[in-house]
């Protein structure tokens, strides 16, 4: 009897690690990384655009999304969270070194995360 292999058709997601950065080399000589910054507390009103052109001074972004969160009954305000990833892990620390950063008109938190590399889907180019 033969078997049949089925691969899972779903979408990879991408899991965002804060780690110390000691541990990001150790897990670095492990698993191939993508470096980057996870940020909360944006506005609403800024968009992928918007925030990828804030972090492009410290390097080359390869990958920005914002997912909007539902407003608490206890928040005055909806906000949304970002992740922004970087070509290199030296762009990604110095964006995360910068200090305080202030988007949009608004304080944000910045949290520097790792994720691992996704497999690029067959046929498709860099």
């Known amino acids: ?28 000589k492990k698993c191939k990384l993508d470096h980057g910054l996870f940020i909360k507390d ?15 001074q410290w390097g080359s972004i390869t990958a920005c999304t914002i997912k ?14 970002g992740f922004v990833m970087f070509s290199s892990e030296e762009e990604a620390d110095k964006a995360d070194w910068a200090g305080h950063h202030y988007i949009g008109g608004m304080d944000v938190e910045v949290k520097r995360v ?3 590399k996704m497999d690029e889907p067959e046929g498709s180019e860099g």
């Open 1 to 28: 009897m033969a078997s049949v292999v089925m691969k899972n058709m779903e979408p990879q997601r991408r899991v965002y690690i804060a780690l110390p950065k000691k541990c990001m080399t150790v897990l670095a």
């Open 68 to 81: 909007k969160t539902p407003q608490d009954s206890d928040s005055k305000s909806a906000s949304a969270l």
């Open 114 to 116: 790792v994720s691992l």
């Open 42 to 56: 944006l506005s609403t009103y800024i968009n992928e655009g918007d925030l990828q052109a804030y972090f492009q």
